[in-house]
């Protein structure tokens, strides 16, 4: 079976740093796109960040300069580290594994406030 689980989320201050990790019981990981998404309430769900097998990665406007995506093949890991955190920030996060349609993680809650 396939499973994406996330961990890291919690509650920061704006302007502070969380990092959130995802493990992939999969068996393709290394060869596998992974990403990072997220759902704020009421908003649809939104590309944060996504990296290819090869460790190229891509962004979305919103996070580039904060956020660095990053995985670790031979552990299947994937990575998401966040820093400059600020309230529009706050969601779920899921994590994202791709090939044959697609498999998401449970999602983690990423909370900045004051």
């Known amino acids: 079976q396939v499973q994406l689980v996330e961990s890291g989320g919690g509650l920061v201050q704006p302007g502070g740093s969380l990092k959130l990790s995802c493990t992939d019981s999969g068996f393709i990981f290394s060869i596998a796109t992974m990403g990072w998404y997220r759902q704020a309430p009421g908003k649809q769900r939104e590309l944060v960040a996504t990296i290819a097998s090869s460790g190229l990665a891509n962004y979305a406007d919103s996070v580039k300069g904060r956020f660095t995506i990053s995985r670790d093949n031979a552990r299947k890991k994937v990575y998401l580290q966040m820093n400059s955190l600020t309230p529009e920030d706050t969601a779920v996060y899921y994590c994202?594994?791709?090939?044959?349609?697609?498999?998401w993680g449970q999602g983690t809650q990423v909370t900045v406030s004051s």
């Open positions: 994202y594994r791709g090939g044959d349609g697609g498999y």
